[in-house]
């Protein structure tokens, strides 16, 4: 006797067959390919279809998959992804209370380079220094990604900016739009807040034991709430037209691990001229806020361990290698 198959095994398979074929496929050709009976196939297609899949039946010529629907599926994720290393395994949540807080316990259980979790919407998303990430359904990309990178925790930063770079060529190649980062790693559009990027570590004495990325980028949001309306966007409000988010997931996973396997093997330098060239920090007066310390100055640069230069008031050159940027005020320093 075999065992009964639960009705989402077999549901890849069924996907699969449907994506493959040129016109419809019948239940009985779905049913001898796969090694199921006609009500099991039936029950499969009704379960996709659930997930928002758009399947056409008819009695007499079977099955045709019209549509998929704009959800990040661990199916659709995979299909057509070209990573080698970033290739999952895809957790994938309806609501879930932060992608960072479950990658963390996933990366603390053993989980592999690669782990990928996302959700379709967050009920505790998290931003750097303490803040909210606001996280309606359906709208945005909320993924946290794995990492176990062999390096001492003091190369962090570096991985952040990395991150940053993979996101600005993401959308660029997905939405045609080219986003700006604000130092570290805020991204930007048309000067509002487009996305953001939450870096966590676990570390064991001088090395790192395992890294969280998170990424919270506004996709489709067709607007903000009032207290986030003049300083947040979407690419959908940049654009004029919503995208679909499994491609920039996709995107931003492909850039991610070309950009991070010539971190680990060549070092950081190339990565941060590309960062430097999408920033629109460097050159402008600005305040730095470390809690209740604000530093003000010239940003001058970004040192190849990814700390900001600021030239302060007395011109002395001060290294900032965290905090909350806003635009500062009064004249360049030292000139
Ligand atoms: C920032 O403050 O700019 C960083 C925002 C990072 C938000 C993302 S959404 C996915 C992941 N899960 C979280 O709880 N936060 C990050």
Redesign the pocket.
């Known amino acids: 006797m075999t065992a009964a198959k639960s009705p989402d095994e077999g549901l890849a398979a069924v996907l699969h067959v449907l994506r493959d074929a040129a016109d419809a496929v019948s239940g009985e050709h779905l049913a001898t390919r796969l090694g199921l009976s006609r009500a099991a196939v039936w029950k499969r297609v009704h379960r996709l279809k659930a997930q928002g899949y758009v399947i056409e039946g008819s009695p007499r010529r079977g099955y045709r998959l019209l549509a998929v629907p704009d959800k990040l599926l661990p199916e659709e994720v995979l299909q057509g992804l070209e990573t080698r290393v970033f290739t999952g395994p895809v957790h994938y949540f309806e609501t879930l ?5 479950l ?1 963390k316990a996933l990366a603390a259980q053993g989980a592999p380079e690669g782990t990928v979790v996302v ?1 379709e919407t ?1 009920t ?6 303490g ?1 909210e ?1 606001d ?1 309606p359904p359906a709208a ?5 990604l794995v990492l176990r990178p062999m390096l001492p925790p003091m190369e962090l930063p570096q991985i952040t900016l990395t991150t940053a770079v993979a996101v600005v060529r993401a959308v660029r190649r997905v939405a045609g739009l080219a986003p700006r980062i604000k130092w570290p ?3 930007l559009l048309n000067g509002k ?1 487009l ?4 870096t966590e570590m676990e570390t064991e004495s001088d090395r790192i034991r395992h890294v969280v990325v ?4 506004n996709v489709n949001n067709p607007g903000f709430a009032l207290d986030l309306a003049a300083t947040a966007t979407s690419l959908a409000l940049a654009a004029g037209r919503t995208f679909f988010r499994v491609h920039l997931l996709q995107a931003w996973l492909e850039e991610f691990e070309e950009l991070y396997n010539r971190f680990l093997h060549q070092g950081f330098a190339g990565i941060l001229e590309e960062w430097k060239g999408f920033t629109e920090t460097l050159g402008k007066m600005v305040t730095v806020r470390q809690g209740p310390r604000e530093i003000s100055g010239l940003a001058l640069d970004v040192a190849p361990d990814g700390a900001l230069l600021l030239r302060v008031a007395n011109g002395e050159i001060v290294r900032v290698t965290s905090g909350e940027i806003t635009p500062g005020s009064g004249a360049e320093p030292g000139v």
Request: glycine share 20%; aromatic share 6%.
């Open positions: 209370d932060s992608t960072n807080d990658a959700a967050q505790r998303g998290r931003g750097r220094l803040r990430w996280s945005g990309l909320y993924v946290s790693n805020d991204l807040k996305g953001g990027i939450l998170g990424l919270g980028l």
